[in-house]
């Protein structure tokens, strides 16, 4: 029987952060959930689709969105690897997305940094989950490149 926690979903958005390393792209990986079931799967994709904006926050928020038929995501949880930046977190407020759970905090570019209150009043956030796992993906991601 499967145990659905944060952990475990938080693996399944590493899946996709460890595809959008394959395609040579920064390992960011994301899922919605939605009534433990996963309804969106997206990574980063900004350099295959030459678009800034195709984070993978934003793929799977346009996913789960599509899936549902709905625009608002209330119901829903989005999993990724990273912190979001301020783009994905205000996407997220516009979706009304129920939860964020992330693992690595972005230092540099994370929504924290610049606004903590971007995120929907009725967002819950949960942060370091599987922490170490995502940044060393990460790490070694950039480390490859230098």
Known sequence: MIE??????????LK???KAMADDEVPVGGVVVCNNLV??????????LNDVTAHAEMQAITAAANYLGSKYLND?????????????AGASYWAQMGMIVYGAKDEKRGYT??????????TIVISGILAEECKTLLNDFFNLKR
């Not at 659905?4 to 958005?13: I, R, S």
């Not at 309804?39 to 350099?47: D, G, L, P, Q, V």
């Not at 940094?113 to 009725?122: A, E, F, R, T």
């Open 4 to 13: 659905y926690t944060h952990e475990h979903f938080m693996k399944e958005a």
């Open 16 to 18: 996709e952060a460890r």
């Open 113 to 122: 940094n610049v606004d903590p209150d971007i995120l929907h009043p009725g």
């Open 39 to 48: 309804i969106a799967r997206a990574y980063n994709m900004t350099e295959r």
């Open 76 to 88: 829903c949880t989005l999993y990724v690897t990273l912190e979001p930046c301020t783009m994905c």
